[in-house]
């Protein structure tokens, strides 16, 4: 799910000429008294509507031995609520609730966020507004539910991690990436920490964290925003608002040893090479967020990107080569190279060259007419977001409960041409610049196959 939302993202604002709109959703805020922020963004195109709700809370907020707890809620959620003026539900009626209208729900977890939603016809919005919101503060779960779940996500952990090569390595480069610190925690938990979970823990982290003033709600589709902040005051704004704690999270240790992970794996049928950097998000800064945006699609962004070009057309060292920054995040965001090389003698090769490209960009910058077509490419598709329906609320949701303001998002499209190639020069010597020490050194991690019964 959370690879899902980085692709409508990228695809939604990567990519007008100087545009002529003033915003790019034209989304409309309100405040409920209890600290529920409101977001509407109206598409009347369709009668149908998408509903969100955002916690800001995540796998990086979970007690230190109790890894898994926020993705473990996600799905507890789903089990049953009591609440006496919005209503109950028994285990799993909310998702057939929701079916027998039309509709479909969802929910997902980061390291940053939890969140919900629907998508559904727009005379239901009352319904599942009301649903959701007496789940904040009124889920019930019994006991057997809670152990029977739990043998859910451990299966979960076993099918998409523990018998997955790539998520495996994946999960050791991001420990390797952010030592001593909550992003290096995985989402779905480690297995001994699930299987110690304890049914009063889970319940304390649900009080905790799951309050009107901890929570972004948007509503994107056919519906007025005076509609939704009405049936919001009489649904949300019923809950009392909880006594928060700003987040204050532990930071990794100055390090200086740049680390290398490998794997073999019998499934794996060719090599995979991956590096990550630890880059600024949108949160920690503005202005170098925008400047890794317009890099990542120059030098990463498809096959007319210079690394596709230079790696895979003209030095035929790798067979695809990708690189993918995601801005949103509370602390640190993480910039990524991923590449499929022609064969395990290429690896070295394929780091070489990558290296050689941001020397490239460090010595000599890029053109006037790479920079001009790319931030272009980026405006052009801001200017279709408004016809999707769940994507302004992915969008919105996605940046506000990680630190952004409406305003940057609305803005994004103006704010990008701010960028300039001299900014990307600095950008890349500071954080990618391969000849220097790094502050944070990238971790690489190579894939291979490996040779089974008589051919070990």
């Known amino acids: 799910m959370k690879q899902f ?5 990228a695809v939604i604002l990567c990519s007008a000429p100087s545009m002529a709109m003033d915003k790019v959703f034209n989304a409309k805020s309100y405040m409920l008294d209890n600290g529920l922020q409101i977001v509407v963004v109206e598409n009347h195109r369709a009668p149908v509507i998408t509903h969100m709700i955002w916690y800001r809370v995540g796998a990086a907020d979970e007690p ?11 799905h507890l959620m789903f089990k049953g609520q009591k609440h006496a003026v919005l209503g109950d539900l028994e285990a799993g009626e909310f998702s057939k609730i929701v079916r027998s209208l039309g509709g479909n729900d969802n929910a997902f977890t980061s390291q940053d966020f939890t969140a919900y939603f629907q998508s559904i016809s727009n005379k239901h919005l ?13 889920m019930f779960i019994p006991q057997e539910g809670f152990v029977s779940e739990k043998k859910v996500i451990q299966e979960e952990r076993r099918q998409r991690t523990d018998n997955d090569p790539r998520a495996q390595m994946s999960e050791q ?6 030592p001593n610190h909550p992003y290096s925690i995985p989402i779905i938990g480690w297995m001994h920490e699930i299987e110690g979970l304890k049914y009063q823990e889970v319940m304390d982290f649900y009080h905790k964290y799951y309050a009107p003033n901890n929570a972004v709600l948007i509503v994107s589709g056919d519906v007025s925003a005076d509609q939704v902040f009405e049936i919001a005051k009489r649904t949300y ?23 290398a992970i490998s ?11 991956r590096r990550s950097y630890r880059v600024p998000s949108a949160n920690q800064s503005k202005q170098e967020s925008l400047i890794l945006e317009v890099l990542e699609d120059i030098i990463g962004g498809g096959s007319t990107s210079r690394l596709y070009k230079s790696l895979v057309v003209e030095q035929k060292i790798a067979t695809n080569i990708s690189l993918s920054y995601n801005s949103a995040a509370w602390d640190d965001a993480t910039l990524s190279i991923a590449v499929n090389p022609a064969s395990k003698e290429k690896i070295a090769d394929v780091k070489a060259a990558i290296d050689n490209e941001l020397r490239k960009i460090i010595n000599d910058g890029i053109s006037v007419k790479e920079l001009s077509e790319s931030i272009m490419r980026m405006q052009n598709n801001a200017i279709y977001a408004r016809d999707s329906l769940t994507g302004p609320a992915m969008i919105i949701g996605y940046s506000l409960i990680t630190g952004s303001s409406l305003d940057d998002i609305e803005h994004w499209p103006q704010q990008i041409e701010s960028v300039t190639i001299e900014q990307i020069q600095e950008v890349t010597r500071k954080y990618l610049n391969p000849d220097v020490p790094y502050k944070t050194p990238p971790i690489d991690g ?8 008589g051919n070990e």
């Open 263 to 273: 794997l073999e794996h019998p499934t794996i049928k060719e090599p995979v090479f």
């Open 173 to 178: 480069m991001r420990e390797a990436l952010f």
């Open 126 to 138: 009352e319904r599942v507004m009301k649903m959701e919101a007496g789940r904040m503060r009124g």
């Open 5 to 9: 939302i980085l692709i409508i993202i």
């Open 446 to 453: 190579v894939l291979l196959p490996k040779a089974t019964g």
């Open 237 to 259: 704004g019923i809950i009392e608002r909880s006594d928060m704690l700003e987040r204050s999270w532990i930071k990794s240790p100055p390090f200086i040893a740049k680390t």
């Open 64 to 74: 230190r031995g109790q890894s898994g707890i926020a993705h473990f809620l996600e």
